[in-house]
């Protein structure tokens, strides 16, 4: 509920605190004294519309805040801990307007949009006046109502939910299936690939033993020539080879006795040349003897790195990269074969979900059905109390023609009022005028403040064009509302402000060279007192004072 309400340089207010509690508050005063004015302040900070008019002349800026209690609404204190902006006191809402006509928002302290001040406070207080702040005329208000007065506000969770969770599926199976024909022809395409690398079965190091081979063999005739040369000048020319010099030197070199130390050294040299050359020799005849240059090998390498670069060369990727391609087309693969999985699976989910809303949906539908002439009946009985004679209400619920699942449910909800005899049943905002808006509201609120979600009510003299046993009707019914909770009511009428639990009073403070507007908090004395003035005029009177503490003590009775 509302607790606190403070106001800085606002319209004709220079600074006013108010503590505000639970029950039934009557704001009275002189026409002119600002009652509105207050709660206007109020809407501002609860996301209402400004302009640099708001700022009280010779400011800089307005500074409104309001403070709330939160132990009953639970909505409220989700709402905020989803947003982290929760904390551990009082919610507070403040709302700075410049004198240039800039707004800044602020929820617990922390800069926030205006629509999240509106949003919040639609769950904190619920304003009926003139103004457009009035939640009665919205089709969301009149089935949140309908919900509520029939114990359906969770099943209502639910057909949301359900609705929400359909079309997020539908959503995503729409999604993959819009590719459908696109994904079928790469499914083709990639299998096809995948078929040409398979076939291929390209080994591990193949490619590198094959390129190792094919240029040994391609080099093979040039290969053989050199060795032979090698052989025939080493062993085999008839005009001189390495072997026979080797031979003629050792033997030159050999039938000289006593040789010197030098000469013996240079004949092991060639002794040992001699047995490598012979070594040399014995190893490229045996490679000779050993190496097989077949022609039909070498064709067939050529047929096998032909394939290899050609499929390389079509998919653009360099030969020894076709393993890894092979990797990244399987994966593509299992990636649309999942999606083809998928598309079956969302399409049970769906089918499901629209099974489940189906029944939620129905369930709901059922308890509207229900509950909808009973609270039309009681709201309408209410409206002959409050000055309305003749005046009919009725709920229409109509049917929603839209196939697909729909978040509010199977049916749309319409408050229908007629405010005087023989006219037609229309919508509320077609034939109601602000009186007539704020009287029938007041009779829909008395009938659904049990279940509603919102404590704190506050009505706009709601007792405008009434009087007599009427005015008294309104005022049993706000003290009614404010024993439930939270009601804010300013009132001409002194049948409806003997009514409340407590008196603010507002009137205009004059000084020296301004006027402002200033609120007190009447004692029991300072009641009877205002009360009287409300009955008699200015000039007070024992009759008028005796009047008035009657009023007050009937009421408190």
């Known amino acids: 509920m509302l607790v606190h309400l403070s ?99 602020y929820i617990n302290g922390a800069p926030c949009p205006q629509a999240d001040l509106k949003s919040l406070g639609e769950l904190l207080i619920d304003i009926h006046s003139q103004h457009e702040h009035q939640s009665l005329l919205k089709a969301d208000t009149h089935r949140r109502l309908l919900d509520e007065f029939v114990g359906a506000s969770e099943l209502a969770r639910q057909v949301q939910l359900a609705a929400q969770r359909w079309r997020q599926t539908r959503q995503e199976l729409e999604r993959i299936s819009s590719s459908g024909d696109e994904q079928r022809a790469r499914h083709q395409l990639l299998s096809y690939q995948m078929e040409e690398l398979e076939n291929l079965a390209l080994g591990e190091h193949e490619l590198e033993e094959l390129e190792q081979e094919h240029k040994s063999l391609t080099n093979a005739e040039s290969l053989l020539g050199a060795c032979r040369h090698v052989i025939e000048l080493c062993a085999e020319s008839d005009s001189g080879n390495v072997l026979s010099a080797l031979t003629a030197s050792l033997q030159r070199l050999g039938n000289r006795s006593s040789q010197p130390g030098a000469l013996n050294e240079a004949a092991e040299l060639l002794s040992s040349a001699q047995i490598q050359v012979e070594e040399a020799v014995g190893e490229l005849n045996r490679f000779l003897d050993h190496f097989d240059a077949d022609p039909a090998r070498l064709q067939t390498l050529e047929e096998r790195l032909d394939a290899i670069y050609t499929l390389a060369r079509k998919h653009r990727v360099q030969p020894a990269e076709l393993a890894a391609l092979q990797q990244r087309l399987l994966d593509e693969l299992e990636t649309l074969n999942a999606d083809d999985e998928a598309l079956e699976r969302l399409a049970q989910e769906l089918a499901s979900y629209a099974r489940h809303y189906q029944e939620k949906a129905t369930e709901l539908s059922g308890l ?92 706009d003299e709601v007792d405008v064009g009434i009087g007599g046993p009427t005015a008294e009707v309104v005022g049993q019914l706000l003290r009614r509302l404010g024993e439930r909770g939270q009601v804010l009511t300013v009132t001409h009428l002194p049948q409806v402000a003997a009514q409340g639990h407590q008196h603010l009073f507002v009137h205009k403070a004059r000084g020296s060279d301004e006027t402002r507007t200033a609120v007190a908090k009447l004692d029991a004395p300072g009641r009877v007192e205002e009360i009287a003035r409300m009955l008699g005029g200015v000039d007070l009177t024992e009759e008028s004072l005796a009047h008035a503490r009657k009023m007050v003590e009937t009421a408190n009775g």
């Open 368 to 459: 509207r059905n229900e509950g909808a002439p009973r609270l039309a009946s009681a709201v309408e009985a209410e409206m002959q109390r409050l000055g309305m004679p003749g005046g009919r209400f009725a709920i229409e619920l109509r049917e929603i023609a839209a196939t697909d699942p729909h978040p509010t449910g199977l049916e749309q909800v319409e408050f229908l009022v007629s405010a005087n005899p023989g006219q037609p049943l229309k919508g509320l905002a077609k034939v109601a005028s602000g009186g007539e808006l704020s009287r029938i509201s007041l009779a829909v609120q008395v009938i659904t403040a049990q279940t509603s979600r919102v404590p704190t009510l506050v009505f």
């Open 7 to 105: 106001v800085h340089n606002y319209a004709i207010v220079e600074h006013l605190d108010l503590e505000l509690d639970r029950g039934m508050s009557v704001i009275t005063g002189e026409t002119g004294a600002g009652k509105s004015i207050m709660l206007d302040a109020l809407g501002l900070t609860l996301g209402d519309r400004a302009d640099s008019g708001a700022v009280r002349p010779g400011a800089d800026k307005a500074d409104i805040l309001a403070s709330f209690d939160l132990g009953d609404i639970p909505e409220a204190r989700v709402w905020l801990a989803e947003r982290d902006l929760d904390n551990d006191g009082p919610c507070i809402l403040r709302r700075v307007i410049t004198a240039e006509g800039r707004s800044r928002a």
